[in-house]
Each structure stands twice: as structure tokens, then as C-alpha cells.
């Protein structure tokens, strides 16, 4: 069994910065594409940005510039660091990812359970 376990949401005034850690524990032999999403209420979930296990990586027009998605493959950990952070990005926010549990088999996205990240003055 794989989990993934969001930190670092909150609530900030806008233009201020939030950094999201997302950790992936239980039974990985290997992890794909990391990414972030987020889902605003009465709106669809959205893309945010993505980094493969080589390190390219993905961004949501609306956050280019502003966030930054790394990742520490170590610690099978992925963070959104945002900067800027305007009302209109408040979401919750959403990490996944795609993971093998066994050698040949297949890719399977995983998600976590969601940070709040609420923009408000």
C-alpha cells in the first residue's frame, strides 16, 4: 500500500509565500511523474505543475513564474513552493503521483488527501 501525505498548507495574505511537501511512503519500488493539483470550490480540479523523475518540468499558465514544483527522489518527497500568492489561488490542493510497487508492473496514481491553502487579506 503507497500514501501520499500533503504538509504545508495554511492561510496567508496575498503576496505572501506557502511551501507544500507531499511524502510517499509504504511499498515503492519506483515513482514516475510528481505533481500537484488543486480544486477551488465549485470549480474542477486543475493541473498546477508536474516534474518527472528526471527533473523536467510542467507549469498551469495561471501559476508560471509564481510556483516552483522540485522534488527530493531520496525522500520520495515533492514540493510546490508559491510565491506571490493572489486570492484566486486559493484551493485545495492535491499531490499524486505515478508509482510502480513491484518491478513490471504497472504505473498506478496515487493521490493524497489535500491541503487547504486559503488566500485572503
Known amino acids: 500500500q503507497v500514501q501520499l501525505v500533503e504538509s504545508g498548507g495554511g492561510l496567508v495574505q496575498p503576496g505572501e509565500s506557502l511551501r507544500l511537501s507531499c511524502a510517499a511512503s509504504?511499498?515503492?519500488?519506483?515513482?514516475?511523474?510528481m505533481g500537484w493539483s488543486r480544486q477551488a470550490p465549485g470549480k474542477q480540479r486543475e493541473l498546477v505543475a508536474a516534474?518527472?523523475?528526471?527533473?523536467?518540468?510542467n507549469y498551469a499558465d495561471s501559476v508560471k513564474g509564481r510556483f516552483t514544483i522540485s522534488r527530493d527522489n531520496a525522500k520520495n518527497t515533492v514540493y510546490l513552493q508559491m510565491n506571490s500568492l493572489k486570492p484566486e489561488d486559493t484551493a485545495v490542493y492535491y499531490c499524486?503521483?505515478?508509482?510502480?510497487?513491484?518491478?513490471?508492473?504497472?504505473?498506478?496514481?496515487?493521490w493524497g488527501q489535500g491541503t487547504q491553502v486559503t488566500v485572503s487579506s
Open positions: 499524486n503521483a505515478k508509482v510502480r510497487t513491484r518491478v513490471g508492473g504497472p504505473l498506478l496514481r496515487m
Open positions: 509504504g511499498s515503492i519500488f519506483s515513482i514516475n511523474a
Open positions: 516534474i518527472t523523475s528526471g527533473g523536467a518540468t
